[in-house]
C-alpha cells in the first residue's frame, strides 16, 4: 500500500513539473521502477553512465541495409573497432563479417538484445531496424511487429541501461494534410503508410520516454537517403539509387514514379555525418529531440537529366507504380531544417550534381562501358 501511494506521489509530482529533460532526469526511470519491464537491482548493475572522456560502445541495429554498413564504418573511425557492433537478422557478406564486431540480434526477442546490451556494455544505440514505406504496405502485419513493437524493446532496454539512443524518423511521418512546401518541424502528421504511422509512434514515444524517464533520446527525420553501399531495401525513394545501378548495368531504366515527382533527398554522407552529429551534440544545445534535415529536392525527371550528363545514352521509361506514387504524393516536397542548422549547425555538403558524381566514381564507371558495350 505503501508503494502505491509513493509511486502515486512520484507520478502526480511529475506530470505536474515543467516537461523538459532537466526536470525529469532528476527522477530516472530505475527509481521510479515503472517501466514495463524492468527489475531494480539488474539496472542498477548494469547502468552504465557515459562519461564524455570515453568512447561510447555502440550497437546498431538492422545494420546490414542501406544505412548501417556506413554508419559502422564512419562510427569505427572514430571510436575503434571494436566499440562498434553491427547487428541484424541475415547473413553478413565477408567484407562486412571481417571489418568488425558482428552479432545476431532481432529486435522482437526482448531478451537476447537486453543481453547484448549488457554483456557488450552497450552505452550508444543506433535502431535502424524498419520495415520501409512499400513493403511495410505489402506487409503490414510485419511492419506493425518490426517497426512499433520492436521500438518498444528497445525504448525499454535503451531506459533501463541508460543509453544514448538514436532512432531515424523520415520524411513518410508525414502525409497529405500535412504542409508540403515547405514542411516544417512541428506541423499536423497524419501519414496514411504503416511505415509512417510507426515512425510518428517512434518520435512520439521517445520524446515521452525523454520527458518521463530521462532516455537521451534523439532522432533526425531523413530524406531519401541515396547510397552506394547496398542494393535499395524497399523504398518510395529508392528509384534514386536504382537508377545508378540500372544505367550501369544495362544503359536502361525504368522509374515507378512521374517523372515530376518532387521529394527530399540526401546523400548518405551527409546523412551519417548529420546522425554522428546530433549523436555528439550536448543535450543543452538540443532545443528539441526530433529534427528535420534537409539537402536537395528533385524530381526524377531533374535526376535523369543529371546521370544523362555521366551516361547521355541512358534509356528511361515510366511504368508508375500506384502505391509508391500515392504516397510520394503524400510527402513532403521540400523538408525546413532550419532548427537543425540553428541549435547543431548541421549543414550539408552535397549537391544533386556531386551526389550523382560520386555515386558513379564509387559504383564504377569503367563497368558502365564494358556493359553498354
Ligand atoms: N534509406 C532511406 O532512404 C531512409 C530514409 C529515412 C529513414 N530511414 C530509416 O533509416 C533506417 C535504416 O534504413 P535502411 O535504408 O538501411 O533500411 P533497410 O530496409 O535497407 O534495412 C533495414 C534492416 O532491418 C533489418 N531487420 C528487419 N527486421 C528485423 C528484426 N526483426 N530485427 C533486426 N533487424 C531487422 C533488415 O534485415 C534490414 O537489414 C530505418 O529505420 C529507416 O526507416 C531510411
Ligand atoms: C524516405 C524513406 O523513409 C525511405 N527511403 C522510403 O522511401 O520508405
Redesign the pocket.
Known amino acids: 500500500m505503501a508503494i502505491v501511494k509513493n509511486l502515486s506521489r512520484t507520478l502526480s509530482q511529475l506530470l505536474q513539473s515543467p516537461s523538459c529533460g532537466c526536470q525529469t532526469s532528476l527522477v530516472p526511470v530505475r527509481c521510479i521502477g515503472v517501466s514495463p519491464r524492468q527489475v531494480t537491482s539488474d539496472a542498477n548493475f548494469h547502468s552504465v553512465s557515459f562519461s564524455e572522456t570515453d568512447h561510447p560502445r555502440v550497437l546498431i ?8 554498413v556506413g554508419l559502422a564504418k564512419l562510427l569505427r573511425k572514430r571510436f575503434g573497432k571494436n566499440n562498434v557492433i553491427l ?4 547473413k553478413p557478406p565477408d567484407h562486412v563479417f571481417y571489418n568488425g564486431p558482428f552479432i545476431y ?4 526477442d526482448y531478451k537476447n538484445l537486453r543481453e547484448i546490451v549488457v554483456n557488450n556494455r552497450i552505452t550508444w544505440l543506433f ?6 514505406s512499400a ?1 511495410g504496405e505489402a506487409n503490414v502485419p510485419l511492419a506493425r ?2 517497426n512499433i513493437t ?1 521500438l518498444h524493446n528497445v525504448l525499454d532496454i535503451a531506459a533501463e541501461h541508460s543509453l544514448r539512443l538514436f ?6 511521418a508525414f502525409g497529405p494534410t500535412s504542409p508540403r512546401n515547405p514542411t516544417p518541424d512541428l506541423c499536423i502528421q497524419r501519414p496514411r503508410t504503416i ?1 509512417g504511422v510507426s ?1 510518428v509512434h517512434a518520435e512520439l514515444m521517445g520524446e515521452y520516454y525523454h520527458y518521463r524517464y530521462g532516455l537521451d533520446f534523439r532522432c533526425l ?5 541515396i ?1 552506394a553501399d ?1 542494393q ?4 518510395t ?2 528509384y534514386a539509387v536504382q537508377i545508378f545501378h540500372d544505367a550501369i548495368k544495362n544503359g536502361k531504366f525504368q522509374c515507378n514514379l512521374k517523372s515530376d515527382t518532387h521529394l527530399p533527398m540526401m546523400y548518405i554522407d551527409d546523412c551519417l555525418k548529420a546522425t554522428l552529429d546530433v549523436m555528439e551534440v550536448p543535450a543543452a544545445s538540443l532545443s528539441m529531440r526530433t529534427y528535420n534535415i534537409s539537402a536537395m529536392s528533385f524530381s526524377p525527371e531533374e535526376l535523369v537529366q543529371e546521370v544523362k550528363k555521366h551516361i547521355p545514352e541512358l534509356q528511361v521509361t515510366y511504368n508508375v507504380d500506384a502505391v509508391r506514387q500515392a504516397i510520394a504524393d503524400s510527402w513532403p516536397m521540400n523538408f525546413d531544417d532550419s532548427n537543425a542548422r540553428r541549435d547543431w549547425g548541421w549543414k550539408h555538403d552535397f549537391d544533386l550534381s556531386e551526389l550523382v558524381t560520386t555515386m558513379f566514381n564509387i559504383l564504377g564507371s569503367d563497368s558502365r562501358v564494358a556493359h553498354i558495350n
Open positions: 541495429t538492422g545494420g546490414l541495409g542501406q544505412l548501417g547487428s541484424d537478422i541475415r540480434s532481432d529486435i522482437l535502431h535502424y531496424s524498419a520495415l520501409l513493403v511487429a518490426v520492436g532512432v531515424p524518423s523520415t520524411i513518410g511505415y515512425k527525420r531523413y530524406p531519401g537517403i547510397s547496398s535499395p531495401g524497399g523504398g525513394t529508392d
